[in-house]
T-cell receptor
Framework: NAGVTQTPKFQVLKTGQSMTLQCAQDMNHNSMYWYRQDPGMGLRLIYYSASEGTTDKGEVPNGYNVSRLNKREFSLRLESAAPSQTSVYFC???????????FGPGTRLTVT | AQSVAQPEDQVNVAEGNPLTVKCTYS??????LFWYVQYPNRGLQFLLKYITGDNLVKGSYGFEAEFNKSQTSFHLKKPSALVSDSALYFCAVRDFKAGGTSYGKLTFGQGTILTVHP
């Protein structure tokens, strides 16, 4: 039982390159979330998926797209990376009816 | 809109002394409140939550938090700090309104670095 896993752990991109961050959970949770963490700003919600087949924008969605591939997997795509997207990205999940979220270990992304 | 404030960027305490990490919130409905801890290069770990009921909530690793509705606060406390408690702590809130959805979007504070000195 791995909980929430994220790949890759680290990534360096050049401006304009694209990449997909992967998140998978084995807890059979309905809802999944993508956050970014920047110093002094806490965590900000990028996109979320309340259930399989649905996705919605969060607080800072510009420059990102998401796919809820199935109940287990929720990916975050950067189509054309910018230095402002340098951050640590966290995936989180929770089960319907429960309120706390469970976080993955994060992906540290640097865009040069 | 919901918001969370952690007024102290950093808290320093000596090992064995009590610690408090402050959090205030703003919601339009009833608040669901959470504390998370983050160790270096790790994801966030859930510590405790207040949903309803007793204003004093107990959580993992000996931490507790007190919900104060009149002061809109949810301060994290521990009677005797350990060096191993040194980490980044986040308070989070979810605004619950009757008839709202259940997917639980959280709003996080900016975090407080807790340093416990030997």
């Amino acid at each position: 039982n791995a909980g929430v896993t994220q790949t890759p752990k680290f990534q360096v991109l050049k401006t304009g390159q694209s990449m997909t961050l992967q998140c998978a959970q084995d807890m059979n949770h309905n809802s999944m979330y993508w956050y970014r963490q920047d110093p002094g700003m806490g965590l900000r919600l990028i996109y979320y998926s309340a259930s399989e087949g649905t996705t919605d924008k969060g607080e800072v969605p510009n420059g990102y797209n998401v796919s809820r591939l199935n109940k287990r997997e929720f990916s975050l795509r950067l189509e054309s990376a910018a230095p402002s997207q340098t951050s640590v990205y966290f995936c989180a999940t929770n089960v319907r009816g429960a309120y706390e979220q469970y976080f993955g270990p994060g992906t540290r992304l640097t865009v040069t | 809109a919901q918001s969370v404030a952690q007024p102290e960027d950093q808290v320093n305490v000596a090992e064995g002394n009590p610690l408090t990490v402050k959090c205030t919130y703003s919601v339009s409905g009833n608040p669901y409140l959470f504390w998370y801890v983050q160790y270096p290069n790790r994801g966030l770990q859930f510590l405790l939550k207040y949903i309803t009921g007793d204003n004093l909530v107990k959580g993992s690793y000996g931490f507790e938090a007190e919900f104060n509705k009149s002061q809109t606060s949810f301060h994290l406390k521990k009677p005797s700090a350990l060096v191993s408690d040194s980490a980044l702590y986040f308070c989070a809130v979810r605004d619950f309104k009757a008839g709202g959805t259940s997917y639980g979007k959280l709003t996080f504070g900016q975090g407080t670095i807790l340093t416990v000195h030997p």
